[in-house]
């Protein structure tokens, strides 16, 4: 790449990362100057790592004339910073695909889970955990964005639509994720972002490519699918630890309703023997009556306890 780019490269095409949601941390603003030493020990400027411009083929040759007189060294160099373009926007969307799967679980299971058992510092932790997310897939989203378009830039005329059929343009809706939004049990229909059906054919649908997730290469790149898979996997384990967390949290419940009932039960039958014996002025049926009731109480609370010990359930 070094021996194609010969020359001086004068003024590059540098960038910064536009906003995709509301919430976004960039902006097309020039960004501020730093504060204390500016300057290195040999007096360079610093520059932020994020708005570092690079010696790139895209960065040179930005204008149709600039590519028709090209030499045959110089269109090898745009050949492959294509190939690495390529593999960069595949290894992105895994990432953005890896952090909404972390996020959805963050909210599934973390945020779910507090609501069941408030605890302010408990949610506090969590919802700031899921931010965190959420800010790490909206850079990953926003230099995708930066990448896809430099790729489109340096990808040959004969593929530029098989390019951008692939790659397409990622929007807000496409990496939002919050409690309902990776929920296949919520009562609109549950339909995958275009990112988690990169590889599935035209006529199987989102039930049968996550079952089936067929070993394929990935387009241009001979790479198996098996990261792609890794993904719909992790996605299935992670919907199925959310039940049964969720199963978990039935199981206490029930548990104590079954506690309560029986406590109840005893609590019905002492305070009618209390009554048949404290009362000094009850008929003699008035008391028969008290200790009737209370030994109906009785009778089920051993009943109860009788049913509730078939299943195991630690009682008093």
Not at 30 to 45: L, M, N, Q, V
Not at 116 to 136: C, I, M, V
Request: aromatic residues 8%; charged residues 35%.
């Amino acid at each position: 790449m070094a021996r194609a780019l010969d020359g001086s490269h004068g003024e590059l095409d540098g960038f910064l990362l536009a906003p995709i949601l509301s919430e976004d941390e960039w902006e097309d603003d020039i960004p501020e100057p730093r504060s204390g030493h500016d300057h290195d020990t040999r007096g360079r400027r610093l520059v932020d790592p994020e708005r570092q411009v690079v010696d790139m083929p895209s960065s040179r040759w930005k204008t149709a004339n600039d590519l028709e007189n090209l030499t045959a060294r110089q269109r090898r160099a745009l050949r492959i910073e294509f190939r690495l373009r390529m593999v960069h926007l595949d290894e992105i969307l895994y990432l953005i695909r890896q952090g909404l799967v972390d996020q959805a679980h963050t909210y599934r299971s973390e945020i779910r889970s507090s609501a069941a058992h408030p605890s302010y510092l408990k949610d506090k932790k969590a919802r700031s955990k899921a931010r965190t997310q959420g800010k790490e897939v909206r850079v990953l989203a926003q230099i995708y964005a930066v990448s896809r378009e430099r790729t489109m830039a340096v990808c040959p005329a004969d593929e530029l639509e098989l390019l951008a059929k692939r790659y397409k343009v990622l929007t807000g809706d496409d990496i939002r994720c919050d409690t309902a939004t990776y929920a296949p049990t919520s009562s609109d229909r549950f339909e995958l972002p275009w990112i988690w059906k990169m590889n599935r054919r035209a006529d199987e649908t989102d039930d049968e490519y996550l079952s089936k997730c067929e070993s394929r290469l990935y387009l241009y790149l001979g790479i198996e699918e098996m990261v792609e898979r890794s993904i719909v996997f992790r996605t299935r384990w992670i919907e199925a630890k959310s039940t049964l967390q969720r199963c978990k949290e039935e199981i206490i419940i029930l548990e104590a309703e079954m506690i309560r009932c029986i406590l109840g039960c005893r609590y019905r039958a002492a305070t009618w023997g209390s009554r048949a014996s404290c009362a000094r002025d009850l008929s003699p049926g008035h008391q028969a009556f008290a200790q009737k009731r209370r030994y109906v109480w009785k009778d089920l609370g051993a009943r109860a306890v009788e049913i509730f010990a078939q299943f195991g359930v630690g009682l008093p």
